[in-house]
């Protein structure tokens, strides 16, 4: 099983700001239960070296650095938006979780191309038009057994923002990863590197 600390002072220091923020996010933001399953995945599978893809203003990245914090690991999490990045950085402060994010202003279809890497969980949820770019600079970088999520994907047949209906075609065909959708939130396609 994996080494899971806990840290009670942060815990409280995290939820205290994810309670008072709640109905605060209105930067194209994740719903606070798509969150909740990223930090679940994490925890469950005791990933360390997490990639983010759009930070905008920060909350699925608080929701992953708190199960990094969890887990002895830590985001790199990428935004193009100087001002959203801004106000990431300083959500990360007020949430407690600064030393578990480290935050990148920049293009992410040059930065994701540089990262060396390993990554044993990355999150997407930049421009949609380029997931299967950014899945195929990633997925050699991606440990065995790691996992790459990838927000506002509909069920197969469903109509999706564009660009994501031929992202989850790609993902499915691929015989190295197992891909399942979880609709319970905004979205998400789950596929594990086999
Ligand atoms: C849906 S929002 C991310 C929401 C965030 N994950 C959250 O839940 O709080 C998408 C973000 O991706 C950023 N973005 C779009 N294209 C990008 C690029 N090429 N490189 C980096 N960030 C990009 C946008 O500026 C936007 O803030």
């Not at 990355?122 to 970088?141: L, Q």
Request: net charge neutral; hydrophobic share 40%; with cysteine.
């Amino acid at each position: 099983a994996q080494e899971v600390s806990s840290d009670k002072e942060l815990d409280r220091k995290v939820m205290e700001f994810l309670k008072s923020n709640k109905r605060k996010w209105r930067d194209m933001n994740v719903p606070a239960s798509d969150g909740q399953l990223l930090y679940d995945i994490i925890l469950k599978n005791g990933y360390t070296r997490g990639l983010e893809i759009g930070t905008s203003t920060g909350h699925s990245a608080i929701w992953m650095a708190w199960a990094f914090s969890k887990t002895g690991g830590k985001l790199i999490t990428i935004e193009i938006d100087e001002s959203r990045y801004k106000e990431a950085l300083a959500n990360f402060e007020k949430a407690g979780l600064s030393d578990f994010i480290d935050a990148r202003l920049a293009n992410a279809h040059q930065l994701v191309k540089e990262l060396k890497g390993p990554f044993d969980f990355v999150f997407s949820d930049a421009d949609k038009g380029w997931y299967i770019n950014y899945f195929k600079d990633v997925a050699p970088k991606l440990v065995s057994k790691g996992c790459f999520a990838a927000h506002n994907i509909r069920p197969p047949g469903k109509r999706g923002m564009a660009g994501t209906r031929e992202y989850l075609e790609y993902v499915m065909a691929l015989d190295d990863f197992t891909t399942t959708v979880d609709n319970s939130g905004g979205g998400l396609a789950i596929s594990y590197k086999n």
